[in-house]
C-alpha cells in the first residue's frame, strides 16, 4: 500500500506568515494529490487538489505544488489567518480510490 | 441538506455489545467509503464499495467488522462484540467515481465510545 508522510506535524506561525506543509508518498502511480482541511470536531474537507499533469495550482492563499519525479508535493497557505488553525491532511491516489491519508500537521496560526 | 449524512453521531456502548452506523451518500454517488479516525491521526481506510459491490477491505478490518451497501445506496457498517480499542470516528465519504481523481465528501462521523 502507499506509504505516506507529512512534515512537520505540527506547525506554528504568525497571522499573516506563510505555511509549507510537505507530504511525501511512495506510489509511483499516484496520480491525484489532494489536501484536506480538518477543524477540530469536524469533518475533513477538500481545500486544494492537483493532478499529475500540471505542476501547480493556485487557489487565492492556497497553493499546491508537485515534484512526481521525487514523490512529493506541497500545500502553500500565504497571509495566514486565525481560521486557517486545523488539522491538514494529504491523500495521494491513483484510480480515483481515496484509501492513504497522511498522519496529518496540525497548523496553529497566532493572531 | 444534499450532503452525506451518518447515523447516528455519537453512541456509547458496552464491551461486548454490537452497534450499527449508517450512512447515506451524496445522490447518485457510486462510491461509497468507511474510515476509521482516531484522536490526533489520519483517516484510516476501512473499505470502499463501488455501487452494492464491496470491492476493497482493509486487512486491517477485523472478523468483527462489516459493511454492506445492498442497493447501492445506503451503507452500514456493524462492529460485533465491541472492544474499547474500537473507540474512534467512523466516516463515511462518497464520490461520483468521475475520471482519475474525483473529490470525496465527508460525513460528519459517527463517535464511537465503547465502556
Known amino acids: 500500500g502507499e506509504n505516506v508522510e507529512q512534515h512537520p506535524s505540527t506547525l506554528s506561525v504568525q497571522e499573516g506568515d506563510s505555511a509549507v506543509i510537505k507530504c511525501t508518498y511512495s506510489d509511483s502511480a499516484s496520480n491525484y494529490f489532494p489536501w484536506y482541511k480538518q477543524e477540530l470536531g469536524k469533518r475533513p474537507q477538500l481545500i486544494i487538489d492537483i493532478r499529475s499533469n500540471v505542476g501547480e495550482k493556485k487557489d487565492q492563499r492556497i497553493a499546491v505544488t508537485l515534484n512526481k519525479t521525487a514523490k512529493h508535493f506541497s500545500l502553500h497557505i500565504t497571509e495566514t489567518q486565525p481560521e486557517d488553525s486545523a488539522v491538514y491532511f494529504c491523500a495521494p491516489t491513483w484510480g480515483g480510490n481515496q484509501f492513504y491519508f497522511g498522519t496529518g500537521t496540525s497548523l496553529t496560526v497566532i493572531p | ?115
Open chain 2, 1 to 115: 441538506d444534499t450532503g452525506v449524512s451518518q447515523d447516528p453521531r455519537h453512541k456509547i456502548t458496552k464491551r461486548g455489545q454490537n452497534v450499527t452506523f449508517r450512512c447515506d451518500p451524496i445522490s447518485e454517488h457510486n462510491r461509497l467509503y468507511w474510515y476509521r479516525q482516531t484522536l490526533g491521526q489520519g483517516p484510516e481506510f476501512l473499505t470502499y464499495f463501488q455501487n452494492e459491490a464491496q470491492l476493497e477491505k482493509s486487512r486491517l478490518l477485523s472478523d468483527r467488522f462489516s459493511a454492506e451497501r445492498p442497493k447501492g445506496s445506503f451503507s452500514t457498517l456493524e462492529i460485533q462484540r465491541t472492544e474499547q480499542g474500537d473507540s474512534a470516528m467512523y466516516l463515511c465519504a462518497s464520490s461520483d467515481g468521475q475520471g482519475s481523481g474525483n473529490t470525496i465528501y465527508f460525513g460528519e462521523g459517527s463517535w464511537l465510545t465503547v465502556v
